[in-house]
């Protein structure tokens, strides 16, 4: 089985997408396409030989393409196959783009969500997905799904159902779950972008302080900034105590899993997600989370969080937080719940699923 991995699109960094290509790459076999340290196309034999890139193109030009995930328009695809030897029969891009050079062979991609049709963080994003990726998705042999949410968006933008595979992501369980808070602080793993909605967890928290002044944690926001990022900084600004906020750009591994294991509660108000993996990996470690109600939240953690509504002004989510700070049955229940939910999503059974879904091709 001649598969051609295609990770060209591929950006160093903490994302959503770095996440998932990172987590399910180790588990598929096949040879990998990428760019190299000379942002020249290579393709890789052994998927684990070739470590991915650490930094972005160095070529102007490809640094452009690169940006608007147009990276195989830049490269010599059959130029690198052919110096490797490779003839592939199938494909399978962890990300929703079809190779138009290798346009013969059957191929597998994942769409991971359509947010920017709905919740755009520019025109950019919106033009891509509205005219862009209905192109890859028609193209495609087969399309991974990462949830129910996302399928059903696609059956709506016109993709046939008979397409469609929901393979939802998973997760390695590496550690014990933790036992109990070692903190009040309150954490979130969001870009500044409008469909995080990380205003309304500001705006909450920051009435929360009013209410509850002798609160003895803090909120910390863990991602890049955005288009949002503006606003933030104003409510930032106007609270009574904003020291109680630290925004943090970006965080190492090592670090991200420390605040996991030590923060009260992971919180996530997005409008619309595809999946939304930080919710994954708190669970992972048995950190309770306090999730807004949209459908792919419902469709994953029902049963193992506590939800609040988007349409009152956070007084839902100010309530519970006081509730799991001060009653710790609640606490351990929602550890022990959301840590059999990551359980149940297994990255190796994600893994297999993708596997057997190419090897049908």
């Keep these: 089985m001649n598969t051609l991995i295609n990770v060209l699109p591929w950006q160093p960094g903490y994302s959503g997408f770095s996440s998932y290509v ?29 470590p991915l890139p ?3 193109p160095s070529q102007r030009l490809l ?36 190779l138009n050079a290798l346009a013969g062979l059957p191929q597998l991609i994942t769409c991971h969500d359509l947010t920017p049709l709905f919740v755009p963080n520019s025109r950019r994003a919106w033009l891509h997905y ?19 949410f996302v399928a059903n968006q696609l059956i709506q933008l016109g993709i046939p159902a008979s397409k469609i595979e929901v393979v ?23 870009r500044h972008d409008g469909n995080k909605n990380v205003a309304y967890a500001l705006e909450a928290f920051s009435n929360l302080l009013k209410r509850y002044p002798q609160w003895p944690g803090l909120l910390r926001v863990v991602g890049k900034p955005g288009r949002q990022s503006a606003r933030l900084r ?13 925004f943090i750009p970006e965080a190492s591994t090592e670090q991200l899993i420390h605040w996991l294991r030590s923060s009260l509660a992971l ?28 459908p792919v939240h ?42 059999a939910r990551a359980k149940q999503l297994s990255l190796v059974h994600q893994q297999q699923q993708v596997q057997s879904l190419i090897q049908a091709l």
């Design 298 to 339: 419902h469709e994953l953690h029902d049963s193992s969080s506590l939800f609040f509504s988007l349409s009152d002004a956070g007084l839902e989510l100010e309530n519970q937080l006081i509730s799991l700070y001060t009653d710790p049955q609640l606490w351990s229940q929602l550890s022990q719940q959301g840590y």
């Design 22 to 50: 990172r987590r399910i790459l180790p588990g598929i076999q096949g040879s990998r396409l990428q760019l190299d340290r000379c942002s020249q196309a290579l393709c890789s034999l052994k998927s684990s030989a070739q």
């Design 130 to 148: 509205r005219f862009l990726l209905p192109h890859h998705l028609q193209r495609a042999r087969a399309v991974v799904a990462i949830s129910e």
């Design 63 to 98: 640094r452009l393409l690169h940006r608007y995930s147009l990276s195989q328009y830049g490269v010599d695809i059959k130029a690198a196959l052919n110096q490797a030897a490779f003839e592939p029969n199938r494909v399978y891009s962890p990300y929703c783009n079809w």
């Design 234 to 246: 104003e409510l930032h600004s106007s609270m009574a105590d904003p020291q109680r906020v630290l």
């Design 267 to 294: 919180i996530s108000s997005s409008l619309m997600e595809g999946f939304d993996y930080p919710v994954l990996e708190a669970k992972a470690e048995g950190l309770p989370t306090l999730i807004s109600a949209i």
């Design 54 to 56: 650490d930094q972005l």
């Design 168 to 190: 939802p992501n998973g997760i390695a369980i590496e550690r014990p779950a933790i036992s109990k808070p070692a903190s009040a602080d309150l954490l979130m793993l969001a």
